[in-house]
């Protein structure tokens, strides 16, 4: 549960940092093109962790766990409404 959260948080970072504008004096400044594929890789990445948190949920109710505890922690749910 620990690596699937860290993992969706991760993409989550990443797909932030290619769609908000880059920071005055921020490093690694990138053109709209490569920001904007960036953004739509990571956006996948994140539709294809709903798959990981729901094997993570059926193995949390096969060990006799609540699953609405186990989806509570998921970070998946606000990107799925906006990242498109």
Known sequence: MTSCHNAANEFLRQYWSAVLPAQAGALGTSNATTKAAKAGKMA?????????????????????????????????????????
């Open 44 to 84: 996948g990445y994140l539709r294809g962790m709903e798959g990981k948190i729901n094997a993570v949920v059926h193995t949390a109710v096969l060990d006799g766990l609540d699953p609405a505890r186990v989806r509570a922690v998921r970070p998946i749910h606000f990107v799925q409404r906006n990242a498109g």
